[in-house]
């Protein structure tokens, strides 16, 4: 059965206090909803263009200081991840040093020079490998967290300009919602005034590589602008028109590394899902609906089909407010 979130969208992580010190942090997953690849940089990275968006998916964080310098984690697997039917979408998440919370706790702790450290317990939900940004999401979650439990006064903006040296999609989640991010990622232009959207994300059984997708791109300077025309239709309520504006540069070379993708863009398609399109380097792909009954049995299509992970979401702005298209 598609798994529907109803966890509140917000770019700005909500949180909320619980007792003994821990501090609770939903992290959001995100869509691309454009993606266009204009240059490589010298740097080894991509000049991109992306209008992003949160999504009502999200893992969700419990932490708290600790005198212990370090950051201790544990991992717990919720929602369509949780129990043996979930396995194969868990996929490699590890506890130590290389995962993203670890290295954000610790390269915030260096910065800010904190002696104390923190105690995590982190609740996956969101598909690693996936192109849905679970690992920025939670970099980003656990640098306002540790900021908050260890009394640190720092702006949102100091701690994005941490997060930008963990990975590049991490200072978008401090956007606040639907946002363009541009250069690497990390410059950052909100977008407001967009509708809340329904949509359909699918997961295939593989993730993929994200610099063996960047790796088979061919940048493209005239996609220039896409993310700007793509906002402006939405905004009007456009969702034909902005069907037309949405592209992912990297959907063709995830393509060639994973035949899971043509066949899953394929069943969303026969699905009845209009323009399907990847997210991310992928593996995940997803659809917008007109409304949430449509988005519902585009996914009850995928679940009969045997695709292990389905997700009803809602797509948009900070929180659920604001004008529904459908």
Known sequence: MAMQSDATIDGNLRSSALADGWLQLLAPAKLNLSL?????????????????????????????????????LAIRFGGRLA???GAVLRRDVPADDSNLVVRAARLLAEEAGVARGLE???????????????????????????AAVWDLDWPAER???????????????????????????ERIEPVPGLPLLHAVIA????????????????????????????????????????ADAMHNALEDPARSLSADINGLLAAIE?????????????????TLARTHQEARSIAARLDAAGWPGVFVVRVGGSGVAGPVIG
Request: aromatic fraction near 4%.
């Open 159 to 185: 701690l994005a300009e941490i997060g930008a040296r963990i990975g590049s999609d991490v200072p978008w989640f401090f956007a606040g919602g639907p946002a363009i991010a541009s250069g690497r990622g």
């Open 120 to 146: 995590v317990t982190l609740i996956k939900e969101i598909p690693s490998g996936a192109g849905l940004g679970g690992g920025s999401s939670d970099a980003a979650a656990v640098l306002r967290g540790a």
């Open 83 to 85: 129990g043996t039917a």
């Open 203 to 242: 997961c295939p059984a593989d993730g993929l590589s994200t610099p063996a997708v960047y790796g088979r791109c061919v940048p493209d300077i005239a996609r220039q602008g896409d993310a700007h025309r793509l906002a402006a239709a939405l905004a009007k309520g456009d969702l034909c028109g902005a």
């Open 270 to 286: 026969a699905a009845g899902g209009m323009r399907p399109m990847l997210t991310g380097s992928g593996s995940a792909c997803f």
């Open 36 to 72: 266009a690849v204009l240059a490589r940089r010298p740097d080894g990275y991509h000049d991109i263009e992306s209008l992003m968006v949160p999504v009502s998916l999200a893992d969700s964080l419990h932490l708290r200081a600790v005198d212990t310098p370090g950051t201790k």
